[in-house]
């Protein structure tokens, strides 16, 4: 008798063992996956620059011929100095992984530092670092491109004595406006959803009469928790979209309607989150409030409200997170456009559909894909531990500890 | 804690064990065949050129079991199913797969340009009839895109997105008079591009330079396939938003399509090398035409076949 039950409990135990292994299993490969493929790409002008590049045309301007330009400095074994046009090359790649010339060192005296607009603004353009050089076309003889390398970049621009063009561009690739996108997004979001998710839960948990008519209002929230994304988002283009474009200065897709799509698909979220942290409020407190005189109104917003804080921050935390995370609604009610000028009447793109606009072109870039993945779980481990630590102090303050 | 470190270990040990696989290539293996969808231009080129043009628009007489999967699926799924063979375009290749020559040719570019290298296909455009804009500044725009795409400057470009330019010697500089559109600021004007997705990395490179050329006009693209080339750009309206003033496709265009457009609203741009890809552990380097049609038609099934040969 006691050695079965042994077994049967070692049999139950092992299995959650074996349960605990599988989810850490998963998780850690993810995890791997993730930062083995995007830590590459990581650093700081991802987040700081733009995704447009902007390219310039030019060609020399009052030019006599190359001089000498020979320094006296040491540079990395991918960088390659002309010392006859005084400009340092180098191989590299930019912040979406693609190889690139990046010009490294342009001497004060080059030649390069002097160049004529060919494009139709008049002003004077002078080459720097950091720019990209795209090609060198030449009056005689095939262009210097920047698939071919520095190296062969540089060999070419020393046999010649003039060029014809210099196209160079800045460089694009960064995911500035899309963090920015998301920020709105959240903020928009938050604006719309919570006061109507609270006020929903507080209307559901203390005032609704328990009749069939509320319990099946409760199921009918609940099922809506089930519907695919995809399918709000369509909900969006066809209802949001249409009415922010005849109430605002928009004329497409654009921030505003996205957040009014993600309100809806957060609604059953903060509803029942709310709810649940409503019906752990002792019925005390209540009672206490209406023998003090308070009537029902005021019990409800400065007794049971207050006390039910900490759930209404764990609803937004996990708002939050489905912000962050959603895609396939958003590529509908705000668009895949990538903008570094982000307006709240214009389409944009969140980080996920960054992801998903990366994923879509040919060939998918996976780097950048998960480079992103990693900027978007920092930001939700951020904004988590955050929030904790705001719950801590909001409670310590208002003294309710009913956890 | 003790108990935690234990397990950690024990996955970690599992996912490498999982990571780490023979590399011995066992050619009694069936061949696992990949393939794009049917309004690929990538397809209906590789069809084409092997002489399997009837597998370009038919999944029917292709081998049992074949997988379709797009440009990016099959890059992928050929780093890691050691016994797939799939097709992409020379821009798309990289050192995580292996590309086979053709008929002894290896696919480089060199070769694409000396004529010597068999399987390709070409990059086409496509514009709206005359007339068939929203303002004359993008109907002069899009001819002066048209002009540009025939001088060296855009030869440049294509070539240095990996595809193979047409040959010429005419530089913009020489042509721009032509065109005094391109001489004012255009900033507040939109052209919008489409068509073929495998184009997309060349078209864009082309705007983006070819608007610093004239006037900054903003460049909207939206690729979509080969198929909406013709679409997009003569039978939807400009009303629709999807509508294009110029559009691509990775093929010629089919005679359905040609049926009254203007001889000067589509041309080619370039050429495009499609290659055979396989894993990098398969031993063989060189594939022939017949080899490739037997394999897509299911003669030979097993790699055996192929290397035996």
Known sequence: MLNSRKKKDLILQSITYFASFISLFVLISILLFVFLNGFKLLNMDLITHNFESTSYIADLKDFTGPGDFTIDKDFNDNTYYSSKWGIALTDDENLMGH???????????????????????????????????????????????????????????????????????????????????????????????????????????????????????????????????????????????????????????????????????????????????????????????????????????????????????TATLLAIGRIIGESAALVFAVGTAIKDDVSIFDKSTSLSVHIWAMMTDEPANIELSTTIAIIILVIVLSMNLSIKLISKRLLRKYGVTHE | MRKILAVLALALSFSLAACTSGSSFDDSKNITVYTRDTTSGTRAGFMDGIGFAAAATSDDVLVEGFVIKDNTGIMTSMGTDEYGIGYVSLSSLNNTIKGLSYEGVAPTVANVLNNTYGLKRPFMWMTRDAGDYESTEIEQLVNAFVAFLGTSDAADIINNNGAIALDTTVTWDSIKAQHPITARNNANVTVRFGGSDSIQKVAQALTQAFSAKAGNFVAEHDHTGSGDAYKRTQTIGLSDPVSKHVAFASRYFKDTEKVGVAESAMGQLAWDAIVAIVHKNNPITNITAAQLKAIYDGTYSKWSDVVSE
């Open chain 1, 99 to 313: 190889t690139i010339v990046l010009v490294t060192y342009v001497h004060p005296e080059s030649p390069f530092k002097d160049l004529r607009n060919k494009g139709v603004a008049t002003q004077d353009l002078s080459l720097g670092i950091d720019y990209e050089i795209i090609r060198i076309a030449f009056n005689d003889g095939p262009s210097a491109l920047s698939i071919q390398g520095a190296q062969n970049m540089i060999h070419v621009l020393d046999t010649k004595t003039t060029f014809r063009e210099l196209e160079y561009s800045t460089s694009g690739g960064g995911i500035r406006g899309s963090i920015i996108t998301t920020l709105y997004l959240i903020g928009l979001t938050l604006l719309i959803a919570l006061p109507i998710g609270v006020g929903a839960a507080l209307y559901l948990n203390e005032y609704a009469p328990k009749n069939r008519f509320t319990k099946a209002l409760r199921n009918l929230i609940e099922t809506l928790t089930g519907v695919p994304s995809i399918i709000y988002g369509l909900m969006g283009l066809a209802l949001f979209v249409p009415i922010t474009i005849s109430l605002t200065k928009a004329t497409g897709a654009n921030l505003i309607s996205g957040a009014l799509t993600l309100a809806v698909i957060l609604m059953p979220v903060i509803i029942r989150t709310t709810e649940e942290s409503l019906k752990v409020v002792p019925d005390d407190y209540r009672q206490a409030s209406l023998a003090l005189g308070g009537n029902k109104t005021q019990t409800t917003f400065k007794i049971v409200l207050p006390s039910a804080f900490s759930g209404i921050l």
